[in-house]
């Protein structure tokens, strides 16, 4: 698994077109997907944010956070927009970072994005969460490009294969 800095240093296309489609409403928007205590899943939507060399969330205190606290196994989907069928999607795990500076350049970024002055209330009570990348699938006008931490491109046009 890889830190976003080191999986945008090993495919840059992919990881400059996962930005782009991330923060096309000009934040970051996903939904989340955690696995819950009985095995089954749940999606919510965030708010990722690309900072330095990671990609991060700022998570309530929630039933989400929980099931990251005990199996820190996520996927990440984009939103759709518009009428493309464009989507970035990741897999990984998720890790809790404890470095104040970290959580402040974090916050900080959140803030600057929706060009906030200060922290809306809660939001000190906001856990960090580094998401870290295991796969990726780009989906572009029928062409599915999949990716993995522990092996190759694989491209594939007008047609959908499962990863092995």
Known sequence: MLSWGRF???APDLAAAGRALLYRSGVGLAYLGTVRVDGGPRVHPVSPLLVEDGLYALLMVSPKLEDLLRDDRFALHTFPLGDTEDAFYLTGRARFPREEALRRSVAAAFLAERAMSGPP????QNVLVELVVE????SRAGEQITWAAAGPYRHEVGRHRAMR
């Open 8 to 10: 945008r240093r090993s």
């Open 121 to 124: 209330p809660g939001f000190g």
């Open 135 to 138: 796969t990726c699938v780009l």
